[in-house]
C-alpha cells in the first residue's frame, strides 16, 4: 500500500530539518487560510448523472458559476450584489406561492422583522405547531422577502405553518446581529408557543443558524425546540471540513469556498474568532439538543460539515438523522418545486418533525 | 447561472446533427463502461484533513495504491493476487483475535464452510442473538480465515457472537454460487434461531451481498432477519453512482472502479445482466425490508451506491438509517481497531441492532 507520494503529503515530512523546526515555531493559521501541502487529485470527468431526476439533471449538468469566485469590493458593490440576486430571486416568489397555495405576511416580533408563511391546508396535528424558518443566502444573501423561498416550499410541501426571520445581514450588521435576531423572535414565540410544538429549520448559513440559535437559547436558559432541521449548515467557519477540497468544483452550486464565500464569512465574522460554537457550531456541545435532521449531498461542498455534525451529535447522544442525496450539489433539493428529490426532502422533514414536535 | 461550458455536458448537445443521430442509433452500453463525456473538474490537492483521527490520518494521507489498476491476466494470476493479499490479512489475526479476546472455530453448515467467531463475554441481552456475517473482498478476495477479520472487529467491539460464511467465489465460482452459500447457511441458521433474534451484516461486496442475501430470502419465502448492516454496500454492479466518478482517486482505498475492480464484477457476473437486483440490490424492491444501518465516507467511491440504497430504502418506507464518516475512503472505518472511527461505527452499529433484533 504505501508508496512514495504517500510519504510527502504530511505537513513538514518533506521539509529540511531546519525548514521543519522554523515552521514548528510559526502559529499555524489554518481556520483562515485553507492548508497549502496535500496529496494531488488529477482533473476528472463528470458525466451528467443518470442517477438525478430528469427536473434537475439540467441543474446537476451545469458548470459552476464563476461568479463565486468574484469579491465585491465596496460596501456599495456588496448591495449591489444583495440586491440584484434579491430582485431575482423576488421576481419567482408570486409563481411560487400560487403553485404551493401558500400566503405570506409581514409582521414584527421584539422589533425584528419577520414573515408569516402560511399554507391553505395543513395536518390537523400541524395546526399547534410553528417552524421558525432562518433562510440561507451565506449570512449576506437573501434580506428581505427574498428570504422567504424555503419557507414557502417548506409550508405548501410540508404542511406547516412557518415564522421566517429577516435577520439583519452585513455588510451593515455582521455577527452577532443574525443570531440575535434570530434568538429574540425565538423567545419571543415562546411567549405564545410551547417548546415542543415548535421546530427550528434552514438551510446552508440557515441551518448552521438553526444550530447556533438553539446553543444560544441553551446558554440564555430558555428552553430548546421540539426539533431542528438543519440543510448542509455551513457549520464550521473555519478552513475546515474535507469536502471543502475534496468537491471543490465537483459542487457546481457553489464551486469553491475561496472567493465570494470566503468573503462573506469574513464580514460576517468580523474579527470574531471563527472556532466560537456560537459562528460555528460544529465546535458546540450538543449535549440535551433536540432531536436533528441533517441533510446533504454526494457532490455537496458541505457534506464534511454535514456529517461532522451529524457525527458531534451522535456522540453526544442526540436522536440525528442524515440524509444525503445522491450527485447532488449544497442545496439543490430546495431549488425545483416539482422535482422528486425536492418532493422527497419535505417529506422526509415533514415526517421527521411530526414524529418529533409535540401538538 | 448557465454559463457556454454549462451547453456541452449533456451527451450529443455538442455533436453536429449528422453525428448525434448516428450515435442516438447505436445501443447504449453505459452500464459495462464508464460515460464518456461530461463536465471537467479540475486537479485539486487534498490536505491531510485534521478532522481524522491521529490514529487514521497516516492512512488517510496516503496515496492511493497502483494495483487497483492491474488485472490479473489468467486464472493462476487471480489466485496468486487472493492467495498473497489472504497471507498478509492471516498473519495479522492471531493479534487481533488476542487484542479483541475472539476465539474463532471453524464450522460447516448446510455444506457450507463457516466460522463461529466469539468475544470472550458479550451483554446479556447478546446471549440469544447470533450476527450473520459477509465478508468483503470485492467478491474475490478474503478466503477462509482471511474473512473473518471484520467479524473478529464485530465480535470483540460491538459484543456479539458471529457466524462468518466462507462463501465461494471466483474465478473458480462465479455468481450465483456466493449468494447460494450465503442463503443456505442463513436457512440453515434459521432452524436453531429465530429469524428476529439474527442480524446479517457485511462491508462493501459484504454489504451488497447482505442486501441480496435478503431478497433472495424473500423471493424463498424465509422469514427475514430482525435487522441488517450495509457498510459501503457495492450496490450496483453498473457503471452507475456518481460518486465513482466524482471521488475517483479521492477514494485512496480503492482508487478507481477501472481496471482490478471492473475485472472482479465481470468474473463475478460472468455474463449475467448486471441489473439483477440479485446483482445489484439498488434495483431492488425493499418492501418489507427490515430495519437496516448503512454507511459509507465522505470519500467513499461507494458513497453514491450506499446513499441511493438509503434512498430507495425509505422510499419503501424502510427503518433505514445512514450514516457517513468524514474524511475517510471505502470501508476505512472498519481498517483500524483502535481508531476512534472505527470505535464509533461499532458502538453505532451494536445500539442500531440492540434497539431492533429480537432477544
Known amino acids: 500500500m504505501p508508496c512514495r507520494r504517500a510519504r510527502c503529503v504530511r ?6 530539518g531546519l525548514v521543519a523546526a522554523l515552521w514548528a515555531a510559526v502559529p499555524l493559521a489554518a481556520e483562515t487560510s485553507p492548508p497549502a501541502d496535500g496529496r494531488v487529485v488529477p482533473a476528472r470527468t463528470l458525466p451528467v448523472p443518470a442517477t438525478v431526476s430528469p427536473q434537475l439533471r439540467s441543474m446537476v449538468a451545469e458548470a459552476p458559476d464563476d461568479e463565486w469566485k468574484t469579491v465585491p469590493k465596496s460596501t456599495a458593490e456588496w448591495k449591489k450584489l444583495v440586491g440584484d440576486a434579491a430582485s431575482r430571486t ?5 409563481r411560487l406561492r400560487e403553485a404551493l397555495g401558500v400566503s405570506v405576511e409581514p409582521t414584527t416580533l421584539a422589533g425584528v422583522k419577520a414573515f408569516w408563511v402560511t399554507p391553505r391546508s395543513r395536518p390537523a396535528r400541524n395546526q399547534g405547531r410553528v417552524l421558525l424558518h432562518l433562510h440561507g443566502g451565506a449570512r449576506v444573501f437573501n434580506p428581505g422577502e427574498a428570504g422567504t423561498r424555503e419557507a414557502i ?5 410540508a404542511g406547516f405553518r412557518v415564522l421566517s426571520v429577516d435577520y439583519r445581514m452585513p455588510p451593515d450588521f455582521p455577527y452577532p ?6 434568538v429574540a423572535v ?9 417548546p415542543a410544538t415548535i421546530g427550528i429549520f434552514g438551510t446552508s448559513a440557515g441551518g448552521s443558524l438553526t444550530l447556533t440559535t438553539v446553543l444560544r437559547a441553551r446558554k440564555e436558559n430558555l428552553p430548546l ?14 478552513w475546515t471540513g474535507d469536502s471543502l ?5 465537483v459542487d457546481n452550486s457553489l464551486g469553491t469556498r475561496k472567493g465570494l464565500i470566503e468573503a462573506t464569512i469574513q464580514i460576517y465574522g468580523a474579527g470574531h474568532d471563527l472556532r466560537d460554537p456560537l459562528l460555528s457550531p460544529v465546535y458546540g456541545d450538543f449535549h440535551g439538543f433536540p432531536p436533528a435532521f441533517l441533510a446533504s449531498g454526494t457532490r455537496d461542498l458541505y457534506l464534511s460539515n454535514t456529517v461532522r455534525v451529524h457525527r458531534a451529535m451522535r456522540a453526544a447522544g442526540v436522536d440525528a438523522a442524515l440524509h444525503v442525496w445522491e450527485a447532488l450539489s449544497h442545496a439543490q433539493w430546495v431549488y425545483v418545486p416539482d422535482a422528486p428529490e425536492t418532493r422527497e426532502y419535505h417529506d422526509e422533514v415533514a415526517r421527521f418533525l411530526d414524529a418529533h414536535l409535540g401538538t
Do not use: H, I
Open 90 to 94: 423576488l421576481a419567482k416568489l408570486p
Open 225 to 238: 425546540p421540539g426539533a431542528v432541521v438543519a440543510g448542509t449548515p455551513t457549520a464550521d467557519l473555519t
Open 11 to 16: 505537513r513538514t515530512s518533506c521539509l529540511p
Open 245 to 249: 477540497f475534496a468537491n471543490e468544483w
Open 153 to 157: 416550499l417548506m409550508a405548501g410541501l
Open 186 to 194: 425565538y423567545r419571543e414565540l415562546l411567549k405564545t408557543q410551547r
Open 177 to 182: 446581529a443574525a443570531l440575535d435576531d434570530a
